[in-house]
Nanobody, 115 residues
Framework: QVHLVESGGGLVQAGGSLRLSCVAS????????MGWYRQAPGKQRQLVADIRSGGSTNYADSLKGRFTISRDNAKNTVYLQMNSLKPEDTAVYYC?????????WGQGTQVTVSS
């Protein structure tokens, strides 16, 4: 079992920045992928970015350049730096952990960008 706790969401004006954090605890496999997904009202959950334990990253094409994912393996923590936020970035952001046999989700953190 892996438990994920997200933090850092909130309300921000358009053009502002937020940094999300997600701490993983429990039965963490050394080789894993952690990432961020988001779900806006009435829409499907979509990948924002993910990062492998070795450091390689993957981003949604539309978010490259504004969002940056990083991780601290010693702290089992993944971060999402979000810059130049737009109202369309408003969504619930979910942390995800997966390894060869498991797939877990956090409870989600709300990000609201006002125009």
């Amino acid at each position: 079992q892996v438990h994920l706790v997200e933090s850092g969401g909130g309300l921000v004006q358009a053009g502002g920045s937020l940094r999300l954090s997600c701490v993983a605890s429990g039965s963490i496999f050394s080789i894993n992928v952690m990432g961020w997904y988001r779900q806006a009202p009435g829409k499907q959950r979509q990948l924002v970015a993910d990062i492998r334990s070795g450091g390689s990253t993957n981003y949604a094409d539309s978010l490259k350049g504004r969002f940056t994912i990083s991780r601290d393996n010693a702290k089992n923590t993944v971060y999402l730096q979000m810059n130049s936020l737009k109202p369309e970035d408003t969504a619930v952001y979910y942390c995800n952990y997966r390894d060869w046999s498991s797939n877990y989700w956090g409870q989600g953190t709300q990000v609201t960008v006002s125009s």
